[in-house]
Antibody, heavy 118, light 108 residues
Framework: QVQLVESGGGVVQPGGSLRLSCAAS????????MHWVRQAPGKGLEWVTL????????YYADSVKGRFTISRDNSKNTLSLQMNSLRVEDTAVYYC???????????WGQGTLVTVSS | EVVMTQSPATLSVSPGERATLSCRAS??????LAWYQQKPGQAPRLLIY???TRATGIPPRFSGSGSGTEFTLTISSLQSEDFALYYC??????????FGGGTKVEIK
């Protein structure tokens, strides 16, 4: 079955950087677009970024554009999110999510918590 | 950006009763509408996609309907494990992909 395991979360100061990773298994990783979705404490879900199945296209929410970079390594079944210039408002649980254009988000990781605080 | 509005914010229902959750889109999203269930401390889980198709393993008491801008998630007879947060999500017009603010289904 679809398994997505995020890592790399932690506490970082405003202006700092963090790199999240997501290890995928149980499906053909190179055949799916992948997204990051976040959820601030006690808040709803917010789409962050997506990458095409082959890495050829990437899209970002306005709130993270120019600061976050999504990437993937299909040879290692790994999705990454490089987060720079972090802000307090980036504090959230970040979920790695499998995307299917017909069935939406049909696989979620357990999430990794990013806390931006001085 | 397509704005998704869910109502009510909180729904109080007794076990065994029917729950009806609503989701409205600011413009047509065709049938590209999904519903997710989230329990405390857990990741969301896909319930419904394509507005009305149950995801794998989802029991038939969950049903979705609607198209265009008005959508409904119905839980025909609430079980104890159904008390949770529910989000709608449009994936027709992006970026950005957008979610509703959620409906909390609580025990009456």
């Amino acid at each position: 079955q679809v398994q997505l395991v995020e890592s790399g979360g932690g506490v970082v100061q405003p202006g700092g950087s963090l790199r999240l990773s997501c290890a995928a298994s149980g499906f053909t990783f190179s055949g799916y677009g992948m997204h990051w979705v976040r959820q601030a404490p006690g808040k709803g879900l917010e789409w962050v970024t997506l990458i095409w199945y082959d890495g050829s296209k990437k899209y970002y929410a306005d709130s993270v554009k120019g600061r976050f970079t999504i990437s993937r390594d299909n040879s290692k079944n790994t999705l990454s999110l490089q987060m720079n210039s972090l802000r307090v408002e980036d504090t959230a649980v970040y979920y790695c999510v499998r995307w299917n254009g017909d069935t939406a988000y049909d696989g979620w990781g357990q999430g990794t918590l990013v806390t931006v605080s001085s | 950006e397509v704005v998704m509005t869910q109502s009510p914010a909180t729904l109080s229902v007794s076990p065994g009763e029917r729950a009806t959750l609503s989701c409205r889109a600011s413009q047509s999203v065709s049938s590209k509408l999904a519903w997710y269930q989230q329990k405390p401390g857990q990741a969301p889980r896909l319930l419904i996609y394509g507005a009305s198709t149950r995801a794998t393993g989802i029991p038939p008491r969950f049903s979705g309907s609607g198209s265009g801008t008005e959508f409904t998630l119905t839980i025909s007879s609430l079980q104890s494990e159904d008390f949770a947060l529910y989000y709608c999500h449009q994936y027709n017009d992006w970026p950005p992909l957008t979610f509703g603010g959620g409906t909390k289904v609580e025990i009456k």
